[in-house]
């Protein structure tokens, strides 16, 4: 026996038993079933009543509370033939708690020879505005999935493309320059470039870490050795980063003079004075 109808129920009770004397709405094997106008006259009466205590009461409405009535007296309508074949007793046989489960009883054969298959759903099957029953969702076709896909990729190779910073900017800027290097000057920026990232890391940069071609005098020694005729004698420039840290390029300087008949003409020499 369900239990009794809380108070103000009487109304949804009355409701319940309009909807069961439109067999066209819920009975699949009734003449009307398919009758797409007398279907939506139904539901029209339906609707009417429904104001009478929802006065803004529409067809959905009417359809929204019809599948939550007919969801419960499912959900309870399984549990009670699943303890009838487990062979209970009668006294162990469950018992609804619904308060509307025997008014929604006219259900039962609908709601079991199609395997608990609502009839509402395949009233919604139907290519008519008069169904009613639960949204089923249309079946997504694999093309259709594939192209979603696709467009999601898209939108995210253009998210990582826009997500460039400035640093991103920077250092294209950079590698675009240090290509139009000779590979000998590749070698010395490069090790310039790693130092500075070194010391930057360290926190030991300051606004005179780098000093770039400052010309350091270099002492010249006497010697009795003959001085070779060479097209040019390199002298180092220092880079200087820090105390610990230095790099060392070379520029040339003029050629020794060809006039030197001795020891004593080369040190009369500017470029070889001490």
């Known amino acids: ?19 069961k004397s439109f067999p066209s709405l819920w009975k699949i094997k009734s003449e009307g079933y398919k009758n797409r106008n ?3 006259n139904c539901y029209k009466q339906l609707v009417e009543m429904l104001k009478k205590h929802i006065p803004t009461a529409t067809k959905d409405l009417v359809c929204k509370k ?14 009670v033939i699943k303890s009838e074949k487990s062979g209970a007793g009668s006294d162990d046989i469950y018992s609804p708690s619904l308060w509307y489960y025997d008014a929604l009883g006219f259900l039962r054969d609908q709601e079991t020879q199609e395997e608990g298959l609502c009839t509402m759903e395949l009233d919604e099957e139907e290519p008519s505005t008069s ?6 969702a249309p079946k997504k076709r694999k093309g259709d999935t594939e192209a979603r896909r696709n467009e999601l ?58 000093t770039i071609n ?17 097209s040019a004698h390199q002298l180092p420039t220092v880079i200087t980063l820090n105390q610990n840290n230095s790099i060392f390029t070379f520029r040339s300087i003029p050629a020794a003079n060809n006039d030197h008949r001795s020891i004593s003409d080369l040190f009369q020499d500017p470029q070889f004075s001490v």
């Open 66 to 79: 019809i599948n939550a009535f007919r969801t419960s007296y499912r959900r309870e309508l399984k549990k």
């Open 153 to 210: 990729l898209e939108l995210a190779c253009e998210h990582l493309k826009n997500d460039e910073d400035e640093i991103d900017a920077l250092g294209k800027t950079w590698a675009q320059e240090f290509r139009k290097l000779s590979d000998e000057q590749q070698i010395f920026a490069r090790k310039a470039i790693n130092d500075i990232l070194f010391e930057g890391r360290l926190e030991t940069l300051h606004w005179n870490s780098v």
């Open 38 to 40: 007398l279907k939506a």
């Open 214 to 230: 400052k010309e350091d005098s270099v002492p010249s020694s006497r010697s009795s050795t003959p001085i070779p005729d060479t």
């Open 131 to 136: 169904g009613c029953g639960p949204t089923i």
């Open 1 to 19: 026996m369900a239990a009794t109808p809380p108070q103000g129920q009487d109304f949804w009770l009355d409701f319940i038993e309009c909807y």
